[in-house]
């Protein structure tokens, strides 16, 4: 399994980015499908979570209602829409699969992760 993360970028308080990772492998319709972030000097927090079919979603409190995950089975895709950015936002995301497809939360959720992408929203 790899995971390449790309979309990640600077931008202002109040902005948008969108994240996206593709992921190899032939069961990617099976897995559940999620993002992790780290900010300087913290732990690895847990973002937002999709399950196999993307019928069903769970995000981190602080997220909910801005950010929104999505998938493109037949691409072995997953994005991340993130909007109204705010400075606590900046961190470096992950993405992540979990090949058993579970969805309980957690930091250190998921059974393979790709490499992050930087992400930097300015106040």
């Known amino acids: 399994v790899q995971l390449q993360a790309s979309g990640g970028g600077l931008v202002q308080t109040g902005g948008s980015l969108k994240l996206s990772c593709v992921a190899s492998g032939r069961t990617f319709s099976s897995w559940a499908m999620g993002w992790l972030r780290q900010a300087p000097g913290k732990e690895r927090e847990f973002v937002g979570i999709i399950n196999y079919s993307g019928g069903s979603t769970y995000y981190e409190k602080s997220v909910k209602g801005r950010f929104t995950i999505s998938r493109d089975n037949d691409n072995n895709t997953v994005y991340l829409q993130m909007d109204d950015l705010k400075p606590e936002d900046t961190a470096v995301y992950y993405c992540?699969?979990?090949?058993?497809?579970?969805?309980?939360?957690?930091?250190?959720?998921?059974?393979?992760w790709g490499q992050g992408t930087q992400v930097t929203v300015s106040s």
């Open positions: 992540a699969a979990d090949i058993r497809g579970n969805v309980v939360a957690g930091p250190r959720w998921g059974t393979h």
